[in-house]
């Protein structure tokens, strides 16, 4: 899985030539077709990013929509809940996919693929479907609070529980769970299970094998996990407008409302920019941590 | 043998319907080099992880050092174990690995360094405590295996068929490497193979296992040439085993006759077999009839002949259809003989190796 994402220096310098025409002959569709409907939009956004006035007619160039969205204290306040709900899911992503991904990898026995298939399956579940779900359970008068009620744990109904940051979290630690999963996963099924029992023979116990063995070795998957969902989560706005209320409101939520509510195109395509600006930054430094990681094996 | 280290007393353990070790006793002692030898699934992997704490027995005692330590937990028992695959920390050097179990026993990191230092230099891996496990050879990772158990000063080192991902010519040379290893640290080996020449060359004894049951337990020198059972004469060394009828006892001796006043002679096992399997090493084996005409005589037609080197392999299949295989020094007196030839081949009596199949596996008594 690693692997294929992250390719390996060529071997052979003399035919360096010849070898990086024949990829190239092979990927000139795909680039095309990458070039016209993906970078192209990205472009025109970009140029949107630096304009002003287009509907007023007396239009130009200029920086203003950046200086005002990063100058902007409600935005910063925005971008500061952005990633605290981005990392807290990305958090409780890990922490339930790195157990998940244990058992699948060498406890699930015949039950391995079966398990497998029902965690891409379940990613196939439309997220409206999901969110609405997670609505009813989270909800006043959802399935939580009743019982809670119901057993006399609390005699109010939690409020906090649906149209909040808590809610969010919740909604978005499930909804990247199988990319969290699946990485993790593939770099477990590359160690071999002797390693566990040297460890506890030269007299760890479970967690120091955990932290020492374990944990290194699957320090890349857990980067490709990084690399996989933390931007997703931290550009989502299906969730937050769905559950977030007023405190769960998230970038994503702001460009939305920018562009559709204020009608504010140049101020949402360059808030949109600076978005892609992180995320790229992000990604960068998950790349180099997972292959710095993979090189020291 | 003075105190035992190790003590396997009346061990069974079974998965499902199989049995992997079968009501199994065993003394190793101090300093022994000890190999338990045999097929594969014939217990003996089981019975090392039985010691070493992976398997806890169904049945029986594992004591250690005086000690039960029967359910006491891998981490916790003071023997280390070297791994088939050697299972290596890919994302350590040779000196974090070699380190990782003294750091675990709260060893003072000079202190540490300094036995990683010596046991880097016992096992020839001076230099190469940075480098990783991936940028050694097959043999080096082999040492630092060794040398990641050995530095915890183990009762005893458990060696799980370790020499079994090398070639031949490394492997020989890591047979008497791990041999000095073994005499300079004084440490108790028990071995786990298959492989009969390597527990042969390296071992005080061994403990042949087939069936998740010890068939014999002896000496290198007495497993050869005293087998008691057939799996055993089989198993170790080349398996050359006839049956004959029991002419006369006469004495300690029995003799079985054949046609042209051919016969066999063996010591006689005692009670009252009518037939005999008798197995014979092919060294012992001469071709052409000896003049005194004590011991077995027996006649039989050349089958094939090959040149080994150092030795001749001759088959001769006798009148009763089976075949002996003959081994000759190559040296001047080496017979000169081509396939179809008649020829008579003797040994002495003491050479007839008695392993009555149908006696089965024998249990050891405590030595």
Same mark, same amino acid.
């Given at each position: ?38 970078? =192209? ?118 409020? =906090? ?25 593939? =770099? ?36 490709? =996990? ?72 | ?223 050869y040439e ?11 060394g080349?398996?050359n ?38 197995t014979v090493r092919p060294e012992k084996i001469r ?8 011991g077995s ?27 002996l295989?003959v081994h ?17 081949l003797s040994w002495a009596?003491r050479h007839s190796l ?14």
């Amino acid at each position: 899985m690693e692997s294929a994402s992250l390719p390996l220096g060529r071997r052979h310098r003399g035919e360096r030539r010849r070898s990086l025409l024949r990829p190239l002959a092979f990927m000139s569709l795909p680039m095309a077709i990458l070039g016209l409907f993906f970078l =192209a939009p990205m472009l025109v956004m970009l140029v949107i990013a630096l304009q002003y006035g287009i509907l007023s007619g007396q239009s130009g160039f200029t920086l203003t929509n950046f200086s005002d969205v990063l100058g902007d204290e409600l935005y910063r306040e925005v971008a500061l809940t952005t990633v605290q709900i981005a990392t807290a899911a990305m958090v409780i992503q890990l922490l339930l996919a790195v157990p998940l991904a244990y058992v699948l990898a060498f406890k699930a026995g015949r039950w391995e693929i079966p398990l497998l298939l029902f965690f891409v399956l379940a990613d196939e579940l439309n997220p409206m479907v999901r969110i609405y779900a997670w609505r009813m359970l989270l909800g006043r008068e959802g399935l939580i609070n009743s019982a809670l009620l119901d057993i006399g744990l609390i005699e109010q109904p939690i409020d =906090a529980l649906l149209f909040s940051k808590f809610a969010v979290i919740v909604v978005l630690s499930t909804s990247y769970l199988t990319y969290t999963v699946i990485p993790i996963y593939a =770099a477990m099924k590359a160690i071999d299970t002797n390693m566990f029992e040297a460890a506890r023979d030269l007299g760890a116990g479970w967690w120091t094998t955990f932290r020492r063995v374990l944990l290194p070795l699957i320090a890349p998957g857990i980067f490709v =996990a990084l690399l996989l969902v933390y931007i997703p989560l931290f550009t989502d706005f299906a969730s937050p407008a769905l559950v977030g209320g007023t405190e769960g409101y998230m970038l994503g939520n702001a460009v939305n409302d920018l562009v559709l509510e204020s009608g504010d195109l140049n101020g949402g395509a360059a808030m949109s920019m600076l978005m892609l600006l992180a995320a790229g930054v992000f990604a960068v430094i998950a790349y180099r941590l997972a292959k710095i990681k993979q090189l020291e094996q | 043998m003075s105190e035992p280290m190790i003590v396997l007393d009346r061990v069974s353990r079974s998965f499902g319907e199989l049995c992997a070790v079968d009501d199994v006793s065993l003394e190793i002692g101090a300093g022994e080099f000890f190999s338990m030898l045999g097929p594969s699934g014939c217990g003996k992997t089981t019975t090392l992880r039985l010691i070493a704490g992976f398997e806890e027995p169904d049945v029986g005692r594992v004591m250690l050092a005086g000690e039960d330590v029967t359910l006491v937990s891998p981490r916790r028992r003071n023997v280390n174990m070297v791994f088939q695959d050697y299972a290596l920390f890919p994302h350590m050097s040779v000196a974090e690995n070699v380190e990782f179990g003294l750091r675990l026993r709260r060893v003072a990191r000079d202190q540490a360094r300094e036995r990683v230092a010596e046991m880097l230099t016992v096992v020839q891996l001076e230099g190469l405590g940075q480098r990783r496990p991936a940028e050694l050879s097959g043999g080096q990772r082999q040492r630092v295996a060794l040398a990641r158990a050995l530095v915890n000063k183990p009762a005893a080192l458990l060696l799980d068929e370790p020499l079994g991902a090398l070639d031949l010519k490394l492997r020989r040379e890591m047979q008497l490497e791990l041999k000095r290893i073994q005499k300079t640290t004084g440490t108790t080996f028990v071995y786990v193979t298959h492989d009969q020449e390597e527990a042969l060359t390296m071992s005080d004894r061994i403990a042949v296992m087939e069936g998740g049951i010890v068939q014999q337990l002896a000496d290198p020198r007495t497993l050869y040439e005293q087998p008691r059972t057939a799996f055993v004469a089989g198993f170790i060394g080349t398996s050359n085993s006839i049956r004959l009828e029991v002419s006369r006892r006469e004495g300690e001796l029995a003799v079985m006759e054949l046609d042209q006043g051919m016969r066999v002679v063996a010591p006689d096992p005692g009670g009252s077999a009518p037939r005999l399997r008798i197995t014979v090493r092919p060294e012992k084996i001469r071709i052409g009839g000896s003049s005194n005409g004590a011991g077995s005589r027996i006649r039989g037609q050349v089958v094939e002949r090959i040149y080994l080197g150092s030795l001749s392999q001759t088959v001769v299949e006798i009148a009763t259809g089976e075949r002996l295989v003959v081994h000759e020094l190559n040296d001047d007196e080496a017979a000169a003989v081509a396939p179809g030839d008649q020829v008579t081949l003797s040994w002495a009596e003491r050479h007839s190796l008695i392993v009555d199949s149908d006696d089965g596996p024998q249990r050891e008594e405590r030595s």
